[in-house]
């Protein structure tokens, strides 16, 4: 037989107790394991004699003291024929609004020493609720937490149906269901998780843009400089280049090593994309590299016309890759060969 309640503090199957919490249970740092007991205790005294004062007031003190720590229980399932049972947990922060801190409770080995199956996926939902706990915040969070909490539900339930001896062909076709939707909520991770790291990347990006927009703002309007200006539309080149791949859906990024790492990486994406259009600036200043334009051109067209090139170089580091190595003679055979700025960019301009 199992229990399952959702959630367990606001079941109305009996009355809360009245006695008063004892000193040293309150002081006591009750584990999810001596919860389990006491449920367990709580649970055989009501099936066989209805509910017995000390049991009951036992399983209160210990509810009640891990509650404290943990915070509310939110979810749970309980194996009533022996010592095993999983819960989660939300503590809530500052009245609610800091984000509140969702745990994942387990004890299972009693349930599952003889089930090896269960206990593999059971562990694979220890695993995913560590990761999301830790990388994943707001709705993702609460939303794979409760995943994994379901799917850690069902498989107790898996061994308590394989100890009342039902049919095991049965039994199987429901684990693989658990295994496809563990599968399923692992999926689920690591869209959620690459998507907040891209929302960070993001803002890594943005941060260091607008700081080089403001720096080359003042400096443009007392002089012009054309490696600054080159600086800028490269910058503004790969903050559009990364937006696009972000909208294809191919761009991926390592999130499991937190927030600071993906927002550091973000700030580096215009820096590069800066430093390869002021080279295709500083080739165009000494001659190496000519630009697309008539001789007879205005300055500020040649201008408009070096922003365009510092933006495409920093849209596609291959493409300004290309460019400047077309400037060494040992890269094509010992030829000099015309510049390529004159073409449009390769058709993978895009890719990184």
């Known amino acids: 037989m199992t229990e399952l309640t959702q959630p367990l503090a606001a079941t109305g199957a009996r009355a809360p107790s009245t006695t008063p919490e004892s000193p040293t249970a309150a002081a006591h740092t009750v584990s999810f394991s001596e919860l389990v007991y006491a449920h367990l205790d709580w649970w055989r005294q009501r099936q066989d004699?209805?509910?017995?004062?000390?049991?009951?007031?036992?399983?209160?003190?210990?509810?009640?003291?891990?509650?404290?720590?943990?915070?509310?229980?939110?979810?749970?399932?309980?194996?009533?024929?022996?010592?095993?049972?999983?819960?989660?947990?939300?503590?809530?922060?500052?009245?609610?609004?800091?984000?509140?801190?969702?745990?994942?409770?387990?004890?299972?080995?009693?349930?599952?020493?003889?089930?090896?199956?269960?206990?593999?996926?059971?562990?694979?939902?220890?695993?995913?609720?560590?990761?999301?706990?830790?990388?994943?915040?707001?709705?993702?969070?609460?939303?794979?937490?409760?995943?994994?909490?379901?799917?850690?539900?069902?498989l107790l339930s898996l061994v308590d149906t394989r100890a009342r001896h039902a049919n095991d062909g049965d039994t199987d076709i429901a684990l693989e269901r658990e295994r496809a939707a563990i599968t399923k909520t692992e999926n689920y991770y690591h869209e959620a998780a690459n998507g907040q790291a891209q929302m960070v990347y993001f803002g890594g990006m943005a941060s260091v843009t607008v700081a080089l927009a403001i720096i080359a703002a003042v400096w443009l309007t007392y002089d012009w400089a054309s490696p600054l200006a080159a600086l800028i539309a490269g910058a503004v080149g790969a903050v559009v280049s990364v937006i696009q791949r972000i909208n294809s859906g191919k761009f991926s990024l390592e999130y499991d090593v937190g927030s600071p790492y993906a927002f550091f990486l973000g700030g580096l994406r215009p820096l590069i994309g800066g430093a390869f259009a002021m080279a295709i600036s500083f080739a165009f200043s000494g001659g190496l590299l000519h630009l697309p334009v008539a001789a007879e051109e205005s300055t500020g067209h040649r201008h408009l016309v070096l922003l365009v090139l510092g933006f495409i170089a920093g849209f596609s580091e291959r493409w300004a890759q290309d460019t400047l190595t077309s400037i060494l003679p040992a890269a094509h055979g010992g030829t000099q060969k015309t510049s390529p700025e004159a073409s449009p960019p390769p058709a993978h301009a895009g890719q990184q």
Request: with cysteine; glycine share 8%; charged share 20%.
């Open 49 to 154: 004699h209805g509910l017995v004062a000390p049991t009951s007031t036992g399983y209160d003190e210990a509810l009640r003291a891990f509650q404290q720590r943990h915070g509310q229980i939110i979810g749970c399932y309980w194996c009533t024929q022996i010592e095993s049972g999983v819960a989660l947990t939300e503590r809530r922060r500052l009245g609610g609004w800091l984000q509140p801190v969702y745990s994942f409770h387990r004890e299972s080995d009693w349930a599952t020493h003889n089930a090896p199956d269960v206990a593999a996926e059971l562990h694979r939902c220890d695993e995913l609720a560590v990761r999301a706990k830790t990388v994943l915040t707001g709705v993702r969070q609460r939303i794979c937490m409760q995943l994994v909490m379901s799917s850690a539900a069902h």
